[in-house]
């Protein structure tokens, strides 16, 4: 056979010449070739991203959405407009809606990302939502801020729009559930705090609400405020950016927390991989590099108020309308998950708000709250929103039982997950791989995660006095000049020399250095010559990029251990913390909140109106009563519901679950208030004695559901059936 392109002689083979070779040789030039042709596609990749991020920032409102969906409030149209909007996610094929169950609502972080995290998969918070049946809608921005755009316009449309979704659905079988993934979760638990009863179960993934919260050695991020000096840094870069603060910097944050990976992991992972990798790297891409930008106000009030602040634990933060953001004012069930692997929200900044604001989970019990927490044990930050382990799992249960955390009794619990068991008993009342089961906890459990103590306290108490003093200051001598130079042209300049942003702008197809990369990567792949797994220089690629990995994630440990001692040092100066006026003896230097005299008026006729109750109801109230009564102290899990559900369709009963729940809430809390009088009365609210027999087996079929009943169950139910004087208890 010849060759027309080499001028009819036959074709050189190379094969033969490679035979002849030393073994070493032939394996060095294989190797070469590979790394070679990675080098090409390596780089045409890049080109792709950047191409990628200019199309994708073309569009009006660019996001990641996996979902179709259509439009239902734009804020900016309101009267205080927003950039944000109300869309509803259509299901995909084969998935049926049922417009009975309680619609979900997923908000997205606008942390200097662009929307879409929620929802970035098939298997995500939306998809898992979706496939068990909810409604499901979505609050996503746009990339520029609306002007004069502020937090607290903000809240007032996530009212708006919740406020429509539940119109939307004045059928369904509860209010709805929304998740705020990240920064929006304290938002939206601020949105709860000031219109308590506006919506169901809320579930925080990834949110922190307790600023100065951590463990040594572990949680860095938290001594960046101090180090920068304040709040002021802040304000530099929004007059910089001429009334905007580019959320870039936001990422570059995120992205310096980890080194090794950023400076070298990542794009080496591609560059090895990238016969398989190139797909999952531009699909993520596509959101990580979609810069957005916030109003300087909106960040200013973040960092002054929460990240520098922390005035939202302990109910410090003021609205401009004088409305305090109290955090136990939220009368909807709140679900906090959060990982040990999370390096950006670690678990104590998740659940620090709780001990901050309560004194035991019987000050819990009193404000009528619902806390549950999911603790994973590995997963990064990205991972509680994007991970599909996690959508399948977590989310999963979240979303098929919510009517469980809805209607649980008050108090503090944590959600556990236990493979399920087909064995087990009543197996078929449980939903999926894994049965939800909440377990009874106390603050003791979220102190003995670790935390803060009075001189950690007194180091940030001190940075956040320090950074009203930089900012006065600035305000003073420093912003006037500032703002007299910047412009909107300087602005957009800085913006896309942002050393974030610039990577995605150099390597697209207008940089005419790049045009021939496409045409080259497509010979590439028509001749592509992979080296063997075992070919020892490969072997040799990834032993250096295993030690230059871990020199750099050394290096990094080394910047946060030292960045920890000088934060310690300098704010733990007793001169330093007498300066701005944190006196030695005070043994709390943030305030404990505290409760107002309407607040406990409120609470004292709260009290009265449920002890006048106790005696008033039925067979239904006795039910729950003495089922809260025997199980108290145990946990519940989805089997319980299940069998409750089973027992009053068996006897033609319709409770919704709000309905459901208010029972339960006020007969637990009449036997917080009262136990024995509580108990006493349930002879009255059953005269029948074949009803007070029927009540009782009742009860013991659905506490026996999940197993023999422990001996403290035992106990309890055995004293319900002498107080009605049950043949049982004779025998």
Request: aromatic share 8%.
């Amino acid at each position: 056979m010849t060759d027309p392109a080499n001028n009819g002689r036959p074709p050189y083979d190379m094969s033969a010449t490679m035979a002849s070779l030393p073994a070493a040789m032939t394996q060095y030039w294989d190797y070469a070739i590979d790394a070679w042709q990675r080098s090409i596609l390596f780089m045409d990749v890049l080109r792709q991203r950047s191409n990628q991020y200019q199309e994708h920032n073309a569009q009006a409102v660019p996001h990641v959405l996996h979902f179709e969906h259509e439009l239902v409030v734009d804020g900016r149209k309101l009267a205080d407009p927003v950039n944000y909007g109300l869309v509803r996610m259509k299901p995909p094929a084969g998935v049926v809606t049922d417009m009975r169950k309680r619609p979900f609502v997923v908000i997205d972080p606008r942390a200097g990302h662009g929307p879409g995290i929620g929802g970035f998969k098939s298997d995500s918070e939306i998809g898992v939502a979706l496939k068990a049946g909810h409604p499901c809608y979505f609050i996503g921005f746009s990339p520029e801020p609306m002007p004069g755009q502020t937090i607290e316009h903000i809240l007032q449309a996530e009212a708006v729009f919740l406020e429509r979704v539940a119109a939307l659905h004045p059928h369904a079988d509860g209010k709805p559930c929304v998740i705020g993934n990240c920064q929006a979760g304290w938002a939206l638990m601020m949105l709860a705090a000031v219109h308590p009863g506006l919506v169901g179960p809320l579930i925080i993934a990834g949110a922190p609400l307790s600023y100065w919260a951590g463990v040594h050695g572990i949680n860095p991020m938290r001594y960046s405020g101090g180090l920068l000096g304040g709040s002021w840094l802040t304000a530099l870069t929004g007059d910089i950016g001429h009334g905007k603060f580019d959320g870039a910097w936001l990422v570059s944050n995120f992205e310096s927390l980890n080194p090794a990976n950023t400076l070298w992991a990542k794009q080496y992972n591609l560059w090895a991989k990238v016969d398989t990798e190139a797909a999952r790297y531009l699909e993520f891409e596509r959101w990580w590099g979609g810069h957005v930008k916030l109003n300087a106000e909106e960040m200013q009030f973040i960092v002054d108020n929460l990240f520098v602040g922390n005035r939202l634990a302990t109910a410090e933060l003021v609205l401009s309308d004088g409305v305090r953001v109290d955090l136990r004012n939220i009368r909807s069930p709140i679900v906090c998950f959060c990982s040990r692997g999370d390096n950006i929200t670690p678990p104590q900044q998740a659940l620090g708000w709780i001990v901050d604001l309560y004194s035991s989970v019987d000050d819990i019990r009193a404000h009528g709250q619902t806390i549950v927490y999911a603790l994973h044990e590995s997963v990064g930050h990205l991972g509680i929103f994007v991970s599909a382990k996690v959508a399948t799992k977590e989310h999963a249960e979240f979303a098929s039982n919510i009517d469980l955390i809805d209607s649980v009794a008050p108090g503090l619990y944590e959600a556990v997950l236990i493979p399920r068991d087909d064995k087990a008993p009543s197996a078929d009342l449980a939903s999926g791989d894994w049965i939800l089961r909440l377990e009874p906890r106390t603050l003791e459990d979220i102190h003995a995660l670790g935390g803060n103590d009075l001189a950690d306290e007194r180091r940030f108490e001190t940075v956040r006095r320090i950074s009203e003093i930089n900012h006065g200051l600035y305000d003073r001598f420093l912003r006037p000049l500032v703002r007299s130079v910047a412009n909107d042209q300087a602005a957009e300049m800085m913006s896309r020399l942002h050393p974030a942003r610039l990577p995605y702008e150099i390597f697209s197809d207008r940089n005419p250095f790049m045009a021939p990369l496409a045409q080259l990567a497509a010979q590439v792949r028509e001749r592509r010559r992979p080296a063997a797994p075992d070919n020892p220089f490969v072997k040799l690629q990834e032993e250096i990029s295993d030690r230059l990995e871990a020199t750099l994630r050394g290096w990094g440990e080394a910047r946060d251990r030292f960045q920890e001692q000088l934060f310690n040092t300098t704010y733990g100066s007793p001169q330093l913390q007498a300066a701005v006026g944190l006196k030695p003896d005070d043994a709390r230097p943030r305030p404990a909140p505290g409760t107002s005299a309407e607040a406990r008026a409120l609470l004292e006729a709260r009290i009265a109106q449920l002890r006048s109750g106790i005696g008033l109801g039925g067979r239904r109230e006795a039910a729950i009563r003495t089922l809260l009564y025997a199980g108290r102290g145990g946990g519940f899990d989805e089997r319980h519901l299940g069998m409750i559900r089973q027992i009053y369709q068996r006897h033609g009963g319709n409770l919704a679950i709000e309905d459901f729940k208010r029972l339960v809430r006020e007969q637990f809390l009449m036997l917080l208030i009262d136990e024995q009088a509580a108990i006493a009365a349930l002879p009255a609210l059953v005269p029948d004695p074949a009803m007070r027999s029927e009540l009782v087996a009742l009860v013991r079929e659905v506490l026996e559901s999940v197993g023999p009943l422990s001996e403290q169950a035992a106990s309890r139910l055995a004293r319900i059936e002498g107080m009605l004087a049950l043949p049982a208890a004779a025998e």
